[in-house]
Structure formats: structure tokens, C-alpha cells
């Protein structure tokens, strides 16, 4: 099975991390979709994003990454994935996901979404929080790998 991970990943968090490391034990392949979202201005740029992302997946030969902009829906065709991962940390995320998922569903009935709870030590983590600690210069070893924190220390400098 083929599933779709998709996200801005500005920058990529342990929580992103413990969806992806799970979704690779749990599926043949994992393509992890970096959005390039116009509205959104990002910290990192799209090549940043990337490299972080696979600098962190050299235990895993079925993760790959990929960039896509638009529709989600448009890119799980593309991929001719079968499925969409989502990771929820919190009753928020999962009303919100929720919502996606039904207009998702609409645009592509096809498309399965399966929602994936993260590990309750990253239930708080997200990347605009990292971000906003970083750029007070505060410690986000407990939200970020090391290489994302040395490459959040660089953009806040």
C-alpha cells in the first residue's frame, strides 16, 4: 500500500517524524508531501525542507519525498497513492482533519484518509512553535532533531 504524508514541514518536527517513522512500519511506501503553499511565507526554503526531511530518513528505504502545490487530492492521483496519512496530536486536529477529510472526499470519493495519533510526548509540538521558540532563542531539542535546530539557530541569527 502507498500512502501520501503530506504537510509544510516548516520545519519538520518530532511529531512529524514519529507519523512517518510509524507510517513506514506500517505501509510499503511513504511518499512524504512537502506543500509549496504561496499564501503561507515560509521560515525554510522548499530545498531546505527536503533535505532536512531526508537527512532524517536514512533507516528508511520506502520513504520518499516529493513536492506538490495545489489540491492534495490532485497529487494522490498523480502518485497513484492509496491512501492519505494524517497525524493528529489533539481534539482540535482531529475536527479540523475531520473537516478535510469530508471535502477531500468529496473532490475524490476514492481517496481513503487514515489518521494516525502522535506519541503523546509530541502532542504540543508543531512547527510554528518551534519556530517561535528559536526565534527567542530557546531550547527546541524537545520539539526538533538536533539538524533542525542547528538549521533554526542559523535562520534566527
Same mark, same amino acid.
Given at each position: 500500500?502507498? /500512502?501520501?504524508? !503530506?504537510?509544510?514541514?516548516? !520545519?519538520?518536527?518530532?511529531?512529524?517524524?514519529?507519523?512517518?517513522?510509524?507510517?513506514?512500519?506500517?505501509?510499503?511506501?511513504? $511518499? %512524504?508531501? $512537502?506543500?509549496?503553499? =504561496?499564501?503561507?511565507?515560509?521560515?525554510?526554503?522548499? =530545498?531546505?525542507?527536503?533535505?532536512?526531511?531526508?537527512?532524517?530518513?536514512?533507516?528508511?528505504?520506502?520513504?520518499?519525498?516529493?513536492?506538490?502545490?495545489?489540491?492534495? %487530492?490532485?497529487?494522490?492521483?498523480? +502518485?497513484?497513492?492509496?491512501? $492519505?496519512?494524517?497525524?493528529?496530536?489533539?481534539?482540535?486536529?482531529?475536527?479540523?482533519?475531520? =473537516?478535510?477529510?469530508?471535502?477531500?472526499?468529496?473532490?475524490?470519493?476514492?481517496?481513503?484518509?487514515?489518521?494516525?495519533?502522535?506519541?503523546?510526548?509530541?502532542?504540543? %509540538?508543531?512547527?510554528?512553535?518551534?519556530?517561535? /521558540?528559536?526565534?527567542?532563542?530557546?531550547? /527546541?531539542?524537545?520539539? $526538533?532533531? +538536533?539538524? %533542525?535546530?542547528?538549521?533554526? =539557530?542559523?535562520?534566527?541569527?
Amino acid at each position: 500500500m502507498k /500512502v501520501i504524508f !503530506p504537510g509544510s514541514f516548516d !520545519p519538520v518536527t518530532k511529531g512529524h517524524l514519529n507519523v512517518i517513522y510509524r507510517a513506514a512500519n506500517l505501509f510499503d511506501t511513504v $511518499v %512524504v508531501g $512537502v506543500l509549496i503553499n =504561496q499564501e503561507k511565507p515560509a521560515l525554510f526554503t522548499t =530545498q531546505e525542507k527536503i533535505e532536512m526531511i531526508e537527512e532524517l530518513m536514512y533507516d528508511y528505504s520506502n520513504v520518499t519525498v516529493k513536492l506538490f502545490s495545489g489540491l492534495l %487530492v490532485d497529487f494522490v492521483r498523480e +502518485e497513484k497513492a492509496d491512501a $492519505v496519512v494524517r497525524g493528529i496530536r489533539n481534539e482540535e486536529d482531529f475536527l479540523y482533519e475531520r =473537516q478535510l477529510s469530508l471535502l477531500n472526499h468529496s473532490l475524490y470519493p476514492e481517496m481513503e484518509e487514515i489518521f494516525l495519533f502522535t506519541d503523546k510526548n509530541y502532542s504540543y %509540538v508543531s512547527s510554528s512553535f518551534a519556530r517561535e /521558540v528559536a526565534s527567542y532563542g530557546g531550547d /527546541v531539542s524537545g520539539m $526538533v532533531t +538536533e539538524n %533542525v535546530a542547528r538549521r533554526l =539557530q542559523e535562520k534566527f541569527r
